[in-house]
């Protein structure tokens, strides 16, 4: 267990949590190298002996730190962004195992990408096909490219983060996928080499997964017969990880399938995993700054917020919260786990039956994947530290933000009429 109790105190591998928050302070988000390692392994292990790629999706948690141990494990990047290909330049990541998807890339990132020699592009639009065939022009390099295609796959998710549907931005649509691949085909400057969907995150059964691979599948067929043959065949990520009482399917589940539909064709295999790689080793540390008792309710006010830890919020998405020090005569209440940010969306956690005082130390579970990466400086609340743990030792991989970081970048005008 990455996150267990010893004597009485919640630990994360071989080190207690409150000796983590008393050297770094809070809020702080620490992670588990061996929990990102374990994940990592069970792709690896669910893939064995097909020819595949793990592209790590790298908003999920873009620390260099957490790009560098991917990239020593031979993964690859879904990156969603220019500054995301830089990260994982900077992290030792190889380019030519990075896809780059999104629909809004611009010309400037697109250019970026082909100068670093990425995998593939993962087009999203035919208006995106002709840039990206105008900049290969320029720039005299061929760009390899994909479509990414909307299975319309209901994944059953939150409807925020359902992604194949026909009302959702992303992707072509499955019925113009053919069309644009022979349009593409015919371009001088662009070279296909995949196919690619994302149906959406947080999945936890298998049947929409193994929909969408079906249906694509069934399309790089068709375009086979029709002279046009990728390399690989990217099926997203959107592997769901249990913060509560889900049940997610296992990875070696999700891909069963889909290996079996694979069987005899030799196109690569990639995924893009973001959450099932680090969601469930990180935490997010707080401490409790006041108890407080209402009519209604009882509230945890804590030091750590929606800037801190959007899910909440943003999804009314459910985070497990465990008191760090369990104390034999501590009494339990149920709280609102609050931040101090002046919004009344601003929650971590609502009812929970908690032991805390004021000064408590509280970890908020599951933190590791769309924590930190959407943090924000909303109330000028500078960012939370980061900490990896392996084994006893801890490393800083962030420091905590200063206020004076908040405002660097900012200017006072002087007016001609001052
Ligand atoms: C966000 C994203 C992923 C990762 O999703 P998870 O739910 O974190 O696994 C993979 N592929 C694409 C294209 C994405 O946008």
Same mark, same amino acid.
């Given at each position: 267990?990455?996150? =267990?109790?010893?004597? /009485? ?11 983590? #928050?008393?050297?770094?302070? *809070? ?38 730190? !957490? ?7 031979? #993964? ?7 500054? $995301? ?20 890339? &611009? ?45 319309? !796959?209901?994944?059953?998710? =939150?409807?925020?983060?359902? &992604? ?20 593409? #085909? ?12 994302? +149906?959406?995150?947080?999945? *936890? ?26 390399? =690989? ?6 592997? /769901? ?8 399917? *296992? ?19 990639? @995924? ?7 969601? %469930?080793?990180? #935490? ?6 006041? !108890? ?27 985070? $497990? ?15 609102? !786990?609050?931040?101090?940010?002046? $919004? ?14 004021? /000064?408590?130390?509280?970890? +908020? ?13 909303? %109330? ?8 990896? @743990?392996?084994?006893? *030792? ?8 200063? @206020? ?7 200017? +006072? ?6």
């Amino acid at each position: 267990m990455v996150f =267990h109790y010893r004597e /009485g105190s919640l630990h994360i591998e071989q080190v207690p949590l409150e000796k983590i #928050a008393r050297r770094f302070g *809070t809020p702080c988000y620490v992670y588990s190298r061996a929990a990102i390692e374990h994940a990592y392994d069970e792709f690896e292990l669910a893939l064995k002996g097909r020819k595949s790629l793990i592209c790590y999706s790298v908003k999920a948690n873009p620390n260099l730190a !957490v790009l560098a141990l991917m990239a020593q494990r031979g #993964a690859g990047f879904d990156i969603v962004s220019g500054g $995301e290909l830089r990260r994982v330049l900077a992290a030792g990541g190889d380019p030519r195992k990075v896809v780059f998807s999104g629909v809004g890339k &611009t010309e400037a990132e697109i250019e970026s990408a082909l100068r670093a020699g990425i995998l593939s592009l993962n087009l999203e639009s035919e208006a995106e096909l002709e840039r990206v065939d105008r900049v290969a022009q320029r720039l005299r390099r061929r760009a390899p490219v994909a479509f990414r295609v909307n299975p319309d !796959v209901d994944p059953g998710t =939150h409807p925020y983060i359902s &992604t194949g549907l026909k009302q959702n931005k992303f992707g072509v649509a499955y019925e113009d996928a053919e069309r644009l691949y022979r349009d593409a #085909a015919r371009r001088k400057w662009i070279r296909l080499v995949g196919i690619g969907c994302h +149906i959406g995150s947080q999945i *936890t059964s298998i049947a929409p997964f193994v929909d969408a691979a079906g249906r694509l599948i069934a399309l790089t067929e068709r375009l086979a017969n029709a002279g046009i043959r990728l390399r =690989h065949i990217d099926l997203g990520g959107g592997f /769901g990880i249990r913060y509560s009482n889900e049940d997610p399917a *296992t990875v070696a589940e999700f891909l069963d399938g889909t290996l079996g539909m694979l069987a005899d064709r030799s196109e690569v295999l990639i @995924v893009d995993p973001g959450r099932a790689l680090v969601g %469930n080793s990180g #935490a997010l540390l707080a401490r409790v700054e006041y !108890v407080k008792r209402g009519e209604a309710r009882n509230f945890l006010v804590v030091d750590a917020a929606m800037n801190d830890l959007l899910r909440p919020s943003l999804y009314d998405a459910w985070h $497990e919260v465990r008191t760090v020090c369990e104390a034999p005569d501590a009494v339990e209440d149920c709280y609102d !786990v609050v931040g101090p940010v002046c $919004e009344s969306g601003d929650f971590l956690a609502h009812e929970r039956r908690l032991a805390a005082k004021t /000064g408590d130390l509280l970890a +908020i579970l599951s933190a590791g994947a769309y924590g930190m990466s959407m943090s924000s400086n909303y %109330n000028s609340r500078p960012r939370a530290a980061e900490v990896m @743990v392996s084994g006893r *030792t801890v490393k800083l991989i962030r420091r905590r933000e200063t @206020v004076r970081d908040l405002f660097a970048l900012e200017s +006072i005008p002087r007016w001609k009429e001052d």
